[in-house]
């Protein structure tokens, strides 16, 4: 499916966004993604993982991708089985000759609340100032 998404949009310049059916547990889910320019966000629910979120970029030499969950179990699951999927990854995107995939796992709602405290701030402590 991710072999899908990357060979749409590696055709330039040219932004290209969708949603895909995913089949989990009796029923279809949606897997929205967007991209451009060697960069694609994925997001999209499991029934037994919650909302993931996957941003993807790419350049010459690398892949980084970043995953957002929800689940701390499955996050601590993943963050100690890391070699196990940076070797899946790995696989996955044989080709995409890269020499290096780096992954990274965040967990969505702490990243969420920082950038709400953040915007909070901004928004309370900005001035707006115009001179005529």
């Not at 310049?13 to 895909?20: A, I, P, Q, S």
């Not at 920082?114 to 005529?132: C, G, H, P, R």
């Amino acid at each position: 499916m991710i072999e899908l998404i990357l060979k749409s949009y590696e055709k330039g310049d040219e932004t290209v966004y969708g949603e895909l059916a995913f089949y989990d547990e009796n029923k279809f889910s949606p897997i929205n993604y967007i991209g451009n320019n060697n960069s694609l966000i994925l997001s999209f629910e499991l029934s037994n993982l919650g909302i993931i979120d996957i941003l993807a970029k790419s350049d010459q030499k690398s892949i980084s991708i970043s995953i957002f969950l929800e689940n701390e179990d499955i996050l601590k699951a993943l963050r100690e089985n890391y070699e196990i999927l940076d070797m899946q990854l790995e696989k996955a995107l044989t080709s995409y000759e890269k020499s290096t995939i780096s992954i990274n796992l965040y967990n969505r709602r702490e990243i969420l609340k920082n950038l709400i405290e953040i915007n909070s701030y901004y928004a309370n402590n900005s001035k707006f100032d115009i001179k005529v």
